[in-house]
């Protein structure tokens, strides 16, 4: 059996998410997704806008997700030593970045492959909270 693995923060739930857990699920037989927890979303000096509570409940419904598991820590090993993965997604923003080189050295003394798949260009959590932002300030001044 094939075990895959991929986490993000799942904001805004979004067509990107989509198909990166369609895309994963193809490619093994069980998939875990690691929801980050709020206290981690701020390593990327952001606020999660839907709560953990609701966000790993959104990537529980999704039927290409076996099991969703809170992401409490960065740390790639400790999750393979939790869950046993044999293959690991990750999104093509970090390809051959130093943090990904010296996790795959880790991974491929384990017999994990790393998967990248293509970040979606089109929309974003990122994306969609600028527009919202810019849609409530448009509003607000209009009102003025």
Not at 32 to 37: A, C, E, N, P, T
Not at 67 to 79: E, G, H, N, R, Y
Request: proline share 2%; charged share 25%; net charge negative.
């Amino acid at each position: 059996m094939v075990i895959g693995y991929t986490t993000g923060v799942f904001d805004l739930f979004h067509i990107g998410h989509v198909n990166v857990l369609r895309n994963a699920r193809s490619l093994c037989d069980k998939l875990i997704v690691g929801v980050s927890v709020d206290a981690l979303v701020s390593y990327k000096n952001k606020v999660a806008v839907i709560p953990f509570e609701e966000r790993i409940e959104i990537v529980r419904a999704c039927r290409y997700v076996d099991l969703a598991v809170p992401q409490d820590s960065m740390d790639k090993m400790d999750a393979y030593n939790r869950y046993k993965f044999n293959v690991m997604f990750v999104g093509d923003d970090w390809y051959q970045s130093n943090q990904w080189e010296s996790l795959e050295d880790q991974f491929k003394s384990r017999d994990v492959r790393i998967v990248y798949f293509p970040y979606t260009q089109t929309t974003s959590s990122t994306l969609i909270n600028e527009t919202l932002e810019n849609l409530r300030t448009e509003h607000s001044e209009r009102s003025q």
